[in-house]
């Protein structure tokens, strides 16, 4: 198994640990709160920018981590390049990923025009996000083994 697919691998464990657990935390706060329309707007959006920065430092310790481990494991340093196949990976990976975000999206609005609750919307919205991800992840898995 190649770098690049360990890589991804530790990846989608990753975001399926960080993305699981902070879900658990937020639905945790919400069951223990009674909120009026106003406030859980406020709260929802604060779960989703709060989401943010916190997947992003968990993602980079991780993947020190990740590098460190490989490199005492493998005694193989870290590839310092990347040729034109992991970026044409890397580019339809994204693409994928952006695809079903977009899908997520506009099924979460369309939630708002089948008249239903704001916390419906942001419900799609937060699991739209991680969906995308795994699509990206996966499809990067995908090519590294069955080729572009």
């Not at 919400?30 to 989401?51: G, K, Y």
């Not at 870290?78 to 196949?85: A, I, K, R, Y």
Request: hydrophobic share 50%; aromatic share 14%.
């Amino acid at each position: 198994m190649s770098y690049q697919e360990k890589k991804h691998i530790v990846s989608f464990i990753s975001t399926l640990l960080i993305f699981s657990c902070y879900c658990w935390y937020v639905f945790q706060k919400l069951q223990d709160t009674s909120m009026d329309t106003t406030e859980t707007l406020r709260f929802w959006a604060a779960a989703i920018l709060i989401l943010i920065p916190v997947s992003i430092v968990a993602k980079i310790i991780i993947a020190i981590l990740f590098n460190i481990i490989y490199r005492i494991t493998t005694k193989e340093v870290e590839p310092s390049f990347s040729d034109e196949l992991d970026k044409l990976i890397d580019l339809k990976a994204t693409r994928n990923s952006h695809y079903v975000f977009v899908l997520g999206f506009l099924l979460a609005m369309g939630s708002l025009l089948m008249d239903m609750t704001p916390t419906t919307m942001f419900i799609i919205l937060f699991f739209s996000g991680f969906l995308s991800e795994m699509a990206g992840v996966f499809t990067s898995l995908y090519l590294y083994r069955k080729g572009v």
